[in-house]
């Protein structure tokens, strides 16, 4: 196969495309991205940008024809284009038929049940009125978490209802109602696997939650879970990629319970936030590791060269408009901080600007530089 010649397209021209886009540069191969906009992440650094939308079957299907690989960043895309896409010679990846399990967290909990792989127990609904009435006919007790079927993101999509008092944050949405886990630790395994078959686990990630914000604050490589247990997860995700059976990256979300159970919560079937810090951690990044799967290539080594801790860089609250990055050379002063920006013009309160992974010999020591980049290195506005 000669890689050089062949058209990647991703659908998604956010800083997930961007960062692909970049390691496919490596080898020359020729990226094609499609999203609203070329001022997007991706824009400045793929081969080819085409402006549209990759949730409309007309613009999905004419991109798709122009590239022999054709990928995603995103999962809310056209999946019906994908699927003549894929019907017509082009390899689309992931399958277009895994995809459309993975989008909807309905049919995914059921793929997981199916499959015998563990989840948390769960029942479906068409509407906030129906969780209501299975309430108080006694179908359903308290405490639980709803969560929307298709319009899930970053946690938006996601009620957790403990009694009747929090009934008003209740979604109107068809969703999934699942049992409230007593979680010990949350933590993510990126795995990859190619046509051949071959997978590879990269080592678990630990997210941190800030107590206060309730927001993860720290992804953290190595996970501090004990060798067995470590081992379990990267086993768990290694099998759930193989039921998918979809080519290129799987993020593993898993909650490890209280009571020491792996439990998966949802998966993301390309690259991932809790895999950044592959980057610059790591002997292959998520990314390359995403091409070497969707073109078939042997998987590379997913080793650790070193403890890592990634941040996300979030604009402040309070700051809205053209971006400004205060305290950014006092922390590229910094050994081992590796400072990550997505290119995007405008700033607004929490929106994902750019991350940085910060290496040192163990996770302590990177997280007690990761606190000094927090309060150095602020996203503000020049206007406010
Ligand atoms: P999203 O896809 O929007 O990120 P998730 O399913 O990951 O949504 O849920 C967001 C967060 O909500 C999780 O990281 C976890 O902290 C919490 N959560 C989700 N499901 C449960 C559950 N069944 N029990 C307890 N907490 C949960």
């Given at each position: 196969?000669?890689?050089?010649r062949?058209?990647?397209?991703i659908?998604?021209?956010g800083?997930?495309?961007?960062?692909?886009?970049?390691a496919?540069?490596?080898?020359?191969?020729?990226?094609?991205?499609?999203?609203?906009?070329?001022?997007?992440p991706?824009?400045?650094?793929?081969?080819?940008?085409?402006?549209?939308?990759f949730?409309?079957?007309n613009?999905v299907?004419?991109?798709?024809?122009?590239?022999?690989?054709?990928?995603?960043?995103?999962?809310?895309?056209?999946?019906?284009?994908?699927?003549?896409?894929?019907?017509?010679?082009?390899?689309?990846?992931?399958?277009?038929?895994?995809?459309?399990?993975?989008?909807?967290?309905g049919?995914?909990?059921?793929?997981?049940?199916?499959?015998?792989?563990?989840?948390?127990?769960?029942?479906?609904?068409?509407s906030?009125?129906a969780?209501?009435?299975a309430?108080?006919?006694g179908?359903?007790?308290?405490?639980?978490?709803?969560?929307?079927?298709?319009?899930?993101?970053?946690?938006?999509?996601?009620?957790?209802?403990?009694?009747?008092?929090?009934?008003?944050?209740?979604?109107?949405?068809?969703?999934?109602?699942?049992?409230?886990?007593?979680?010990?630790?949350?933590?993510?395994?990126?795995?990859?696997?190619n046509?051949?078959?071959?997978?590879?686990?990269?080592?678990?990630?630990?997210?941190e939650?800030?107590?206060?914000?309730?927001?993860?604050?720290?992804?953290?490589?190595?996970?501090d879970?004990?060798?067995?247990?470590?081992?379990?997860?990267?086993?768990?995700?290694?099998?759930?990629?193989?039921?998918?059976?979809v080519?290129?990256?799987?993020?593993?979300e898993?909650?490890?319970?209280?009571?020491?159970?792996?439990?998966?919560?949802?998966?993301?079937?390309?690259?991932?936030?809790s895999?950044?810090?592959?980057?610059?951690?790591?002997?292959?990044?998520?990314f390359?590791?995403h091409?070497?799967?969707?073109?078939?290539?042997?998987?590379?080594?997913?080793?650790?060269?070193?403890?890592?801790?990634?941040?996300?860089?979030?604009?402040?609250?309070?700051?809205?408009?053209p971006?400004?990055?205060?305290?950014?050379?006092?922390?590229?002063a910094?050994?081992?901080?590796?400072?990550?920006?997505?290119?995007?013009?405008e700033t607004?309160?929490?929106?994902?600007?750019?991350?940085?992974?910060?290496?040192?010999?163990?996770?302590?020591?990177?997280?007690?530089?990761?606190?000094?980049?927090?309060?150095?290195?602020?996203v503000?506005?020049?206007?406010?």
């Amino acid at each position: 196969m000669n890689v050089t010649r062949t058209k990647v397209g991703i659908l998604g021209g956010g800083q997930l495309g961007k960062m692909f886009a970049l390691a496919a540069h490596n080898w020359d191969v020729e990226t094609w991205a499609l999203d609203a906009s070329r001022t997007f992440p991706t824009g400045p650094v793929c081969s080819h940008f085409v402006e549209g939308n990759f949730k409309d079957y007309n613009d999905v299907y004419a991109f798709g024809k122009q590239v022999d690989v054709l990928t995603i960043e995103i999962e809310h895309v056209n999946t019906e284009a994908l699927l003549r896409l894929e019907a017509e010679g082009v390899k689309v990846h992931p399958a277009p038929a895994a995809l459309n399990l993975i989008k909807d967290k309905g049919l995914q909990k059921q793929f997981y049940q199916k499959h015998g792989l563990p989840t948390s127990d769960f029942q479906l609904f068409d509407s906030g009125d129906a969780i209501r009435v299975a309430l108080e006919s006694g179908q359903l007790s308290y405490p639980f978490v709803q969560k929307s079927r298709t319009a899930g993101y970053d946690g938006k999509g996601v009620a957790v209802i403990k009694s009747a008092q929090d009934l008003p944050l209740l979604l109107p949405d068809a969703s999934v109602v699942e049992d409230l886990v007593d979680i010990e630790k949350e933590i993510a395994v990126v795995v990859a696997r190619n046509e051949n078959g071959e997978v590879k686990a990269f080592p678990a990630v630990e997210m941190e939650f800030n107590p206060v914000a309730n927001l993860v604050e720290f992804l953290v490589c190595p996970s501090d879970i004990d060798k067995a247990t470590e081992r379990a997860a990267e086993q768990l995700a290694l099998d759930t990629v193989s039921a998918f059976g979809v080519c290129g990256l799987l993020a593993v979300e898993l909650f490890l319970t209280k009571d020491n159970r792996l439990i998966i919560n949802e998966v993301a079937p390309r690259p991932h936030n809790s895999g950044h810090h592959t980057i610059d951690s790591c002997y292959t990044s998520q990314f390359e590791q995403h091409l070497r799967g969707i073109l078939n290539l042997p998987l590379g080594s997913t080793r650790m060269k070193t403890a890592s801790v990634m941040v996300n860089l979030l604009g402040e609250p309070n700051h809205s408009g053209p971006v400004q990055y205060d305290g950014f050379e006092e922390c590229v002063a910094m050994e081992g901080v590796k400072v990550h920006l997505y290119g995007k013009a405008e700033t607004k309160p929490y929106r994902k600007m750019g991350h940085v992974t910060v290496l040192a010999e163990n996770a302590e020591s990177a997280k007690a530089k990761a606190r000094i980049v927090q309060n150095k290195l602020k996203v503000v506005s020049t206007k406010i």
